[in-house]
């Protein structure tokens, strides 16, 4: 076990950014009966205000400065929170920032896209909700750039390559620190999933430290067939680089609070909004944390998880969207 641990630990070196996040037990959460709830906040992982995007953008700008790049091109949606992050690391590494953002340039830019604005980021409006949309005009700014004799490294929708897929396989020694720090065995990570990267980490770091608890993504973009399929092949290419191998029936998402679709809130996403809020001071998003939040209710409730039990949320950040 240490052995493995010294290897999880070796790849959580790499990550430049900051301290381990912290973790606190969220008491009386309705429901909870004898399960213990935990809540890392990876909100808070300290740098343009936080969330998971942090954690793959160590490995994705350290990736893009030992490749001599210059400029860094991301895409995501106008509230995107790896844009504001990319815009962030961008700025503050010296790299020229290109976002391209699903969504019309709005006449008073408000939440991620005032801060990406702030940065100094290069804001390119593409007025469409499809993804495959966002990519293409995203390749089409990388030749443009190209040719003008700029160094770019293009990254996809929430930074979910197998370079920054490694940032929450680090995370997982952490957790790993979590639990021996707290004399707990967390039996259930859950966290919202989309664009795959956050749980794909998870499951090579369980493969690699053979960690017996479950890696629950609650899937806040897409159903939950075709998310599983894409976090187990992102695993699988992680895998690749570390040597190591994924099961499948370790990639276990939960498609049922997703309610209409992508950025579609739900009466449930509210209601886990207000009560982290007003209970806990926690503040959630409506997009993702609030749906896998209500995940989370609505299996203490219905007794989903086994009694006695100990569950770790992970709070992914994204609350500058409350400001949008
Ligand atoms: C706040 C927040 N939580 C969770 C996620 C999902 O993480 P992933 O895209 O790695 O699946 C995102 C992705 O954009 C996010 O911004």
């Not at 641990?5 to 959580?12: C, E, F, K, N, P």
């Not at 909100?43 to 210059?70: P, V």
């Not at 886990?272 to 503040?283: D, E, K, N």
Request: charged share 25%.
């Amino acid at each position: 076990m240490d052995a493995i641990h010294t290897r999880l630990a070796g790849i959580a070196r790499q990550r430049r950014a900051l301290v381990p996040t912290p973790v606190h037990e969220l008491a009386g959460l309705p429901g909870a009966g004898t399960c213990r709830v935990f809540c890392k906040r990876e909100d808070l992982t300290g740098f343009g205000f936080g969330g998971n995007k942090a954690r793959k953008l160590d490995f994705l700008i350290e990736d893009a400065l030992r490749g001599s790049c210059d400029t860094l091109v991301a895409v995501g949606a106008n509230q995107s929170n790896f844009c504001r992050m990319v815009a962030a690391y961008g700025s503050a590494n010296g790299l020229d920032v290109h976002l391209v953002l699903g969504g019309g340039r709005p006449a008073d830019p408000t939440g991620n896209l005032r801060l990406d604005l702030l940065l100094g980021a290069a804001c390119h409006h593409v007025d469409s909700a499809e993804w495959d949309a966002w990519e293409e005009e995203a390749a089409a700014l990388e030749r443009d750039l190209r040719g003008r004799g700029r160094a770019v490294y293009r990254m996809p929708v929430g930074g979910s390559t197998p370079v920054g897929t490694l940032g929450y396989v680090a995370a997982m020694a952490e957790i790993l620190d979590d639990e021996r720090r707290l004399g707990v065995r967390f039996d259930t990570i859950v966290f919202a999933s989309s664009s795959a990267g956050t749980q794909a980490g998870l499951v090579v770091g369980k493969a690699i430290a053979r960690w017996p608890g479950r890696v629950l993504g609650i899937s806040t973009a897409k159903p939950g067939e075709r998310q599983e399929r894409d976090v187990f092949d992102l695993a699988r290419a992680t895998a690749a680089r570390l040597a190591a191998t994924v099961d499948r029936r370790d990639v276990l998402v939960d498609d049922s609070f997703l309610g209409a679709g992508y950025a579609q809130e739900t009466e449930a996403c509210r209601e886990a909004v207000g009560l982290f809020a007003r209970s806990h001071g926690i503040f959630l998003d409506y997009v993702y944390t609030g749906k896998a939040a209500a995940a989370l209710l609505d299996g203490l409730r219905a007794g989903r998880f086994a009694p006695g039990s100990s569950i770790l949320f992970l709070h992914t950040g994204g609350n500058v969207e409350l400001f949008a």
